[in-house]
């Protein structure tokens, strides 16, 4: 199995490997790190194919996962399901690629401040949060002020909704709601 190391972002699933690199010069960013890093190395495959070829082990390592999902927010979807609950993990993966938020556990894409601060920092990241949520015109309507861009990732029948796409499209054009980087 070669494993390859690539700074750029894949185009596809992560597979990654563990290789140790010296402190803060990999995912960890802090001098006063005392451990070593786990840097992600990438291989690009097919889905399930590319997972089933990862050191198990590899998928539980917190350290190791947040330098995967900064690489690449989809490698969330192999985390192990303990990895999926965490906050910071997840917001890494939703930092990198919003849509990663479809990966999370659950109860983070049920919880509504969750998915508020995920909003904050790409509007794809509705789509990832449960359906209660994407039909709560209450919580859309607080989605729209911090990211006008969202509604496209609202329920179909709220997306046909007057007043929610008409305060999505005055934020827009006041330029009130934070639009998301893959938006702009």
Do not use: I
């Not at 840097?39 to 399930?48: D, M, N, S």
């Not at 989809?74 to 609950?85: V, W």
Request: charged share 30%; hydrophobic share 35%.
């Amino acid at each position: 199995q070669v494993w390859l190391k690539s700074p750029l972002r894949p185009e596809g699933p992560v597979l990654p490997s563990a290789s140790t690199v010296p402190r803060g010069m990999g995912c960890c960013q802090s001098d006063a790190c005392e451990e070593p890093c786990l840097t992600p190395a990438v291989q690009v495959q097919t889905g399930k194919q590319a997972a089933a070829k990862a050191p198990q082990d590899v998928w539980q390592d917190r350290h190791f996962m947040l330098g995967a999902v900064a690489q690449n927010g989809f490698a969330l979807r192999y985390a192990h399901e303990d990895l999926r609950r965490d906050k910071d993990l997840v917001m890494e993966a939703v930092s990198s690629d919003g849509f990663a938020l479809q990966y999370a556990h659950e109860d983070l894409r049920r919880d509504r401040s969750f998915v508020l601060k995920a909003l904050r920092r790409s509007g794809s990241a509705l789509m990832g949060a449960h359906d209660d949520l994407r039909k709560d015109r209450k919580f859309l309507t607080e989605a729209l002020r911090l990211n006008s861009s969202a509604l496209q990732y609202a329920d179909a029948d709220v997306r046909k909704d007057g007043p929610l796409t008409r305060l999505a499209a005055s934020l827009a054009k006041q330029g009130g709601g934070r639009r998301a980087p893959e938006q702009r």
